[in-house]
C-alpha cells in the first residue's frame, strides 16, 4: 500500500475549483481506503474504530471549506498527501497518530480540568510575582 502511495503525485496546479474540489473528493477516497492498512500498522483497532478515523479525517478536510483558491486548495491537497504517506510509510509512531488524530486538539479529558484548584494562595501569589 505504501508503494502505491507514492507514486501518486499530486499536479502543480488546478485550472478551476471544480478540478480542485474532484481533487480532494479522490483523496478523501485515498485516504478512506488506507484506514485499514493504517489501524494494522499502528494497532489502533483497542483504541478507536474505522468509522471514527474516517470522521477524523472528514472533519480536517472540512476545516477548510472556507478556501475557493485552488492554488491554496492544491497546497492543502500536497500537504495532506505528504501526512498520510508519512502515516503509512510509519513515519510516525503510535502515540503521534493517537494524540494528533484520535484524542484530537483537545488532549485528554483530564487536562480540561483547572490545575490550580488545590493550590494554597501563597502559592497563587508566589506564582504571579515570580513570572515575569
Same mark, same amino acid.
Given at each position: 500500500?505504501?508503494?502505491?502511495? !507514492?507514486?501518486?503525485?499530486?499536479?502543480?496546479?488546478?485550472?478551476?475549483? *471544480?478540478e480542485? !474540489?474532484?481533487r480532494? @473528493?479522490? @483523496?478523501?477516497r485515498?485516504?478512506? =481506503?488506507?484506514?485499514? #492498512?493504517?489501524?494494522?500498522?499502528?494497532?489502533?483497532? /483497542?483504541v478507536?474504530t474505522?468509522s +471514527?478515523? =474516517?470522521?477524523?479525517?472528514?472533519? *480536517?478536510?472540512r476545516?477548510?471549506?472556507?478556501?475557493?483558491?485552488p492554488?491554496?486548495?492544491?497546497?492543502?491537497?500536497?500537504?495532506g498527501? *505528504?501526512e498520510?504517506n508519512?502515516?503509512?510509510?510509519?513515519?510516525? +509512531?503510535?502515540?503521534?497518530?493517537?494524540g494528533?488524530?484520535?484524542l484530537?486538539? +483537545?488532549?485528554l479529558a483530564?487536562?480540561? /480540568? #483547572? %490545575?490550580? *484548584?488545590?493550590?494554597?494562595? @501563597?502559592?497563587?501569589? @508566589?506564582y %504571579?510575582?515570580?513570572?515575569?
Amino acid at each position: 500500500m505504501a508503494f502505491t502511495l !507514492r507514486s501518486v503525485k499530486v499536479p502543480p496546479n488546478s485550472a478551476s475549483l *471544480e478540478e480542485a !474540489r474532484g481533487r480532494v @473528493f479522490d @483523496f478523501f477516497r485515498q485516504a478512506c =481506503r488506507s484506514i485499514p #492498512t493504517i489501524m494494522d500498522i499502528y494497532n489502533l483497532d /483497542d483504541v478507536v474504530t474505522k468509522s +471514527q478515523l =474516517r470522521s477524523t479525517i472528514a472533519s *480536517e478536510i472540512r476545516k477548510n471549506t472556507h478556501v475557493t483558491n485552488p492554488k491554496v486548495i492544491d497546497m492543502l491537497l500536497f500537504k495532506g498527501m *505528504e501526512e498520510l504517506n508519512n502515516i503509512v510509510e510509519h513515519a510516525k +509512531q503510535r502515540h503521534h497518530i493517537i494524540g494528533q488524530y484520535v484524542l484530537g486538539r +483537545q488532549g485528554l479529558a483530564q487536562d480540561l /480540568d #483547572t %490545575k490550580d *484548584e488545590g493550590v494554597s494562595d @501563597f502559592l497563587k501569589n @508566589f506564582y %504571579k510575582s515570580n513570572y515575569f
